[in-house]
């Protein structure tokens, strides 16, 4: 059983910026593909960031340039680097491993 356990999250000002962290654990003998969601109240989950192991990370068109994804293979853990917060950016933030693990996901609140 996979477990994903999100941090880092809270409260930032516009312009602002929070690290996001994710640790998995549980039976995991290679994760290739890790990546970041979020969801906004009154909106469907989407896509913020994959990457793959060894490989190029991708982004939503709404994070680039402000956001970048990155991990630690050798202890399991998913990072997420967000500068330049937006109010925009509200959202519960959500941690996926493939095929179909996820964490219960942390709150971020970008506010003045």
């Known amino acids: 059983q996979v477990q994903l356990v999100e941090s880092g999250g809270g409260l930032a000002q516009p312009g602002g910026s929070l690290r996001l962290s994710c640790a998995a654990s549980?039976?995991?003998?290679?994760?290739?593909?890790m990546g970041w969601y979020r969801q906004a109240p009154g909106k469907q989950r989407g896509l913020v960031a994959l990457i793959p192991s060894g490989g190029s990370p991708v982004y939503a068109d709404s994070v680039k340039g402000r956001f970048t994804i990155s991990r630690d293979n050798t202890q399991n853990i998913l990072y997420l680097q967000m500068n330049s917060l937006k109010p925009e950016d509200t959202a519960v933030y959500y941690c996926?491993?493939?095929?179909?693990?996820w964490g219960r996901g942390t709150q971020v609140t970008v506010s003045s």
């Open positions: 996926h491993v493939a095929p179909n693990y």
């Open positions: 549980g039976i995991i003998s290679r994760i290739y593909l």
